[in-house]
């Protein structure tokens, strides 16, 4: 830094020379306010017929563990692999996955 003159000088800091976004009104500072994950599920080479949305991947699988009444090895799988098979004849679906999402209005992925 040029003008470091201050052998004491407070912690540098990256932000005050940065302009204030006006449109995030988080202000927790760390990236990936708006991040969440889409947990799906569908028929094979589909659109996902079911959607629901939680702030982490073990919320959105358990949502469809609990959608599709599977237990705790098929969801730990799921948050594992970020996808695990259904029985269609049972579950009604083949397969269910999870993405990250950035968007900023997760609800309009809640569609089951
Ligand atoms: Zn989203």
Known sequence: MLD???PQGPTVQ???TEAPTAKAPVQSG?????MHYIGMAGLSGY??????????RTSVA???????????NWTKALIRDWYADLRLP?????YAEIVECNCETPEIHEDC
């Open 47 to 56: 659109l996902p017929q079911c959607t629901v949305t939680g702030p982490t």
């Open 14 to 16: 990256a932000g005050p």
């Open 90 to 94: 049972i579950d009604g679906n083949e």
């Open 4 to 6: 470091a003159t201050c």
């Open 62 to 72: 358990e949502q469809l563990a609990f959608i599709h009444e599977r237990g705790q």
């Open 30 to 34: 760390q990236k990936g306010d708006k």
